[in-house]
C-alpha cells in the first residue's frame, strides 16, 4: 500500500511537472522550473559518487562543463541535438574512466583534492581557448520559447533520478554502497573496489554531462568557462548535503529549496543569497546531517510518537 | 516520516504549485509610471565602474522627473520614470538571469551596466526577449555585427579607440620623441582579442612598431613575467585593457619592479576614481572612457555641479555617457509615443538628439558616430587631453620622468 502511494506520488510530481509549461507561460516560473531540473539533475549524478560511492568530488563542474561545450558546439554547427548530447555523454563518460584510473587511487581528501585541481586547470584552459561568449544566433533568439528547454531539462532530471533509483536497487549500486561504507572489508568480501568506484565515477560523469547539455540548450548566452567554473561543483555538493546525501529524494528537495530560495533572498536581500546558503550548509552538517530527508523523517517521527502518547493519554 | 506520508506530501504541494501558478492580469489603466530596467555591476571586479553608471542613470532620471516626466501620447499625459536597478556583481550570468527577471516586470527598455563581458551577455538577453537594449562603457564591435536590432551603444568601439591613441600621440608629440615601441598586454577574452587584434593592424600605419605582445587570464594576480618581457623588449607605450583589479595589480607590480613606460595607455581599469590610491606608478596613465565633462555639450554643467556637490570632483568619465542613455531613452519614448516596445526600439533607432555626451544617431547596427577622447590622470585629476580643442591640460610627455 506505501508504495502504491509512494509511486503514486512520483507520477503526480511528473504530471505537475508535465503540464507546468502548458498552464503557464511565466518566464519567471519556467526558468526557475528548468534551474532546479538541471541541478537536480547535476545533484543526482553526483550523489552516484558521492552518496552512493563515498567518493566526495571536488571537480564535478568539469563533466557538467564538457556536457555543455560538447553539445553546444556540436548543435550550433548543425549537428542533431540528440546527436549532440549523446556525443557528449559518451565522451564525458570516456574521459571520466580515463582520469578515473589514477584519480581513484587516491583516497578521502586527497581524490577530493585531486578532483578539484583537474577542475580548475580544465576551467582556466577552456577559459583561454574560448575567451568569447557562445550566443545563439539570432534567428534562433527570435523564435526561443522555453517549452523545448523546459522538457529537455525535465528529461535529464528524470533520467538521472531514474539511474538513480535502478542503482541503488542493483548489484553494482550495493557493491558502491559497500565500498563507501568500508573499503577494506568490501575488498574482502570479493567487491572489486576500483571496479565499482570506476563504474559510479563514469556514470556520475556520463549523467553530468547530461546535465550540461541541457544547460547549453537552455542558455541562450554564456561564456564557455562557465559551466566548468567551481561553483558547479560547490552548488551541487551543498544541495545533495542539504537534501540528503545518499537518498534519492534528498537532491532533487535541496535542488528546488536552493533555486527558489536562493532567488527569493536574492530578491529581498541583495548579496545575501551565498552568505546564506553557506551558514545553512553549516547548520545542516552539523544538526541535520541526513539533510532534509532526514529532517522531514525526525519530524514524522515526532508527530507519530505525539500522536500515540495523545491516543494513549484518551484511552487511559 | 515513512514513504505514504512523503508521497501525501508531494502529491499535495504539488497540486498546491500547480493551483497558484500566476495568470497573466490585464490592465488597461494608465501607468504610474514608466518602467526601465538597469543591471549595473554595484560589487564584483567592475563595481568601480558601475558605480559611475549608476550615478549617471540616477542623476537623468531625476533630472527628467523633476521637470515633469515624459510625455506619452497614448495617454495624453506625462508620466515618470522608475528605474529598476540590480546588481549583477560582475557576473555575466547574473546579468542574463536579472535581464530575465526585468523582462518579467513588464520594462519597456534595459540600460547595461560596465563592461564588454556583462553587456555581451545582456544583448543577447535584450535580442531575444525583443526589448531595447542600450549600454556605455563597451567598446566591444563584434557585438554590432551579430546582426542584433535592439542593442545600441553611443560608444566608442574598438576600431575608435585603436585609431584614435596613434592620431594623438602624432598629433601632440613631435617625430622622433614618440613612443613607437608598443608593447601590447592582452586581456584572454573576446574583447581582448578584438582591441589587441586592432592595434596590431592600426600601429604600423602610424609609423609604430608592436615589439611585444602578450595575453594573459583575467584574475592574474602575477605579471612579473610580462614586465619583465616587456622591459627586455623595450617597450615605451603599454596598451593595455585589463580589469580594475587586474590593473591595480598590473601596476602595483610595475612600480615594485621600477618599470614605469614613457606611454601608458589603461583602457577600463583607469577610469575609476581609486587608481589614484596607486600614486606616483599610476599617475600620467591615459584612459579611454568615452567622456568628460570638459567637451562641453549641452546639459553637462546641472550635472557636473550635482557631481562635484556630493562627490567632490567633477563627473567621472562614465557618468556622463550613461546620463545620455537616459536622455536618448526619454526622447524615444516621447517620439513613439507609445510604451509599446517595439515602437520604441524603432524611435530610438531613428535617434537625432543633443545630449551631455555630444549628438547622437545610431548607424544600422547600433554604434554611434563618436568622437573618441582620451583623457590623462595628473595629479589625481583626469586631465582631457583629445581632442586637442577641447583639451583641460597638456600632455604630460614622457609620462616616467
Known amino acids: 500500500m506505501r508504495r502504491n502511494v509512494s509511486v503514486a506520488a512520483w507520477f503526480v510530481l511528473l504530471a505537475v511537472c508535465i503540464v507546468l509549461p502548458f498552464s503557464s507561460e511565466d518566464s519567471q516560473v519556467l526558468t526557475i522550473a528548468i534551474q532546479t531540473f538541471i541541478l537536480t539533475a547535476l545533484a543526482s549524478s553526483w550523489n552516484i559518487i558521492g552518496g552512493f560511492a563515498g567518493q566526495i568530488s571536488l571537480g564535478h563542474a568539469a563533466f557538467f562543463g564538457m556536457g555543455t561545450i560538447i ?16 556525443a557528449a555523454i559518451v565522451a564525458t563518460a570516456l574521459f571520466a574512466l580515463i582520469i578515473g584510473v589514477p584519480m581513484l587511487r587516491f583516497r578521502g581528501i586527497y581524490f577530493s583534492i585531486g578532483t578539484l585541481a583537474l577542475a580548475v586547470a580544465i576551467s582556466l584552459t577552456i577559459g583561454n581557448l574560448f575567451p568569447g561568449i557562445t550566443s545563439m544566433p539570432v534567428e534562433a533568439l527570435r523564435a526561443y520559447t522555453f517549452t ?10 528524470v533520467t538521472t ?5 535502478l542503482l541503488r536497487r542493483s548489484v553494482v549500486g550495493l557493491g558502491m554502497m559497500a565500498v563507501r561504507d568500508d573499503e577494506a572489508a568490501a575488498g574482502a568480501v570479493g567487491v572489486d573496489v576500483l571496479a565499482h568506484k570506476l563504474a559510479a565515477f563514469a556514470i556520475s560523469a556520463a549523467l553530468a554531462a547530461l546535465a550540461g547539455g541541457a ?82 523523517q525526525r519530524i514524522g517521527a515526532w508527530v507519530v510518537k505525539q500522536g500515540q502518547g495523545r491516543k494513549r493519554d484518551v484511552e487511559g | 516520516m515513512s514513504k505514504a506520508r512523503f508521497g501525501a506530501l508531494v502529491a499535495a504541494v504539488s497540486l498546491l504549485v500547480a493551483g497558484t501558478v500566476p495568470v497573466a492580469a490585464q490592465d488597461a489603466e494608465i501607468p504610474e509610471s514608466i518602467k526601465v530596467g538597469a543591471v549595473v555591476p554595484l560589487t564584483g571586479p567592475f563595481a568601480g565602474g558601475g558605480a559611475q553608471v549608476e550615478r549617471g542613470y540616477r542623476y537623468a532620471i531625476d533630472a527628467i522627473n523633476e521637470a515633469g516626466g515624459v510625455y506619452v501620447e497614448e495617454y495624453g499625459t506625462s508620466l515618470p520614470l522608475e528605474l529598476d536597478l540590480r546588481d549583477d556583481e560582475s557576473d555575466p550570468n547574473r546579468t542574463t538571469a536579472i535581464l530575465e527577471d526585468l523582462n518579467g516586470e513588464g520594462v519597456v527598455a534595459y540600460l547595461g551596466g560596465f563592461g564588454s563581458p556583462l553587456h555581451a551577455a545582456g544583448t543577447v538577453i535584450a535580442e531575444k526577449n525583443q526589448i531595447p537594449y542600450m549600454g556605455v562603457a563597451t567598446a566591444l564591435q563584434a557585438l554590432h555585427e551579430n546582426g542584433y536590432r535592439y542593442y545600441f551603444s553611443p560608444f566608442p568601439k574598438s576600431p575608435d579607440i585603436a585609431v584614435s591613441v596613434f592620431e ?12 613607437t615601441r608598443v608593447g601590447i598586454f592582452q586581456e584572454s577574452t573576446d574583447w581582448g582579442e578584438e582591441l589587441g587584434a586592432a592595434w596590431t593592424e592600426q600601429a604600423p600605419n602610424y609609423g609604430y612598431e608592436v615589439v611585444f605582445h602578450e595575453k594573459y587570464t583575467p584574475g592574474t594576480t602575477d605579471f612579473s613575467d610580462l614586465i619583465f618581457k616587456a622591459q627586455e623588449a623595450g617597450v615605451q607605450a603599454l596598451l593595455s585593457l585589463p580589469t580594475p583589479p587586474d590593473g591595480f595589480a598590473l601596476f602595483k607590480q610595475m612600480g615594485e619592479l ?7 595607455l589603461v583602457v577600463r581599469a583607469a577610469d575609476v576614481p581609486t587608481w589614484n590610491d596607486l600614486g606616483d606608478v599610476g599617475d600620467g596613465v591615459f584612459l579611454s572612457a568615452g567622456w568628460h565633462p570638459a567637451l562641453g555639450f549641452e546639459g553637462i554643467e546641472p550635472m557636473n555641479q550635482r557631481h562635484i556637490d ?27 509615443g507609445t510604451l509599446d516596445r517595439e515602437a520604441i ?6 535617434t537625432d538628439l543633443d545630449t551631455v555626451a555630444g549628438h547622437i544617431t545610431f548607424r544600422e547596427d547600433g554604434t554611434s558616430p563618436i568622437e573618441n577622447p582620451l583623457m590623462q590622470r595628473q595629479d589625481g585629476a583626469v586631465q582631457l587631453i583629445w581632442p586637442a580643442e577641447a583639451a583641460t591640460a597638456e600632455i604630460r610627455y614622457p609620462a616616467n620622468e
Open chain 1, 71 to 86: 553539445t553546444r558546439e556540436l548543435w550550433l554547427s548543425g549537428a542533431p541535438l540528440p546527436l549532440s548530447l549523446a
Open chain 1, 148 to 157: 523545448d528547454p523546459y522538457f529537455l531539462a525535465l528529461g535529464a532530471a
Open chain 1, 161 to 165: 533520478v531514474a539511474v538513480a533509483m
Open chain 1, 215 to 296: 544547460f547549453a540548450f537552455f542558455s541562450v548566452s554564456y561564456y564557455p568557462s562557465y559551466p566548468f567554473t567551481a561553483v558547479w561543483s560547490f552548488e551541487t555538493i551543498l544541495v545533495t548535503f542539504v537534501g540528503g546525501i545518499g537518498t534519492i529524494v534528498g537532491p532533487i528537495a535541496g535542488s528546488a529549496f536552493f533555486v527558489i530560495g536562493r532567488d527569493t533572498i536574492a530578491a529581498n536581500f541583495e548579496g545575501f543569497q551565498v552568505i546564506g546558503f553557506g551558514v545553512l550548509f553549516i547548520v545542516v552538517v552539523l544538526l541535520v546531517p541526513g539533510g532534509m530527508v532526514e529532517g522531514a
Open chain 2, 168 to 179: 594623438m600621440l602624432n598629433a601632440l608629440l613631435p617625430e622622433g620623441e614618440r613612443p
Open chain 2, 258 to 264: 621600477g618599470w614605469k613606460p614613457e606611454f601608458s
Open chain 2, 310 to 336: 556630493e562627490q567632490g570632483r567633477p563627473a567621472d568619465p562614465v557618468v556622463g555617457g550613461s546620463y545620455s542613455l537616459v536622455q536618448i531613452l526619454a526622447d524615444s519614448i516621447e517620439r513613439a
Open chain 2, 345 to 350: 526600439r524603432d524611435a530610438m533607432a531613428a
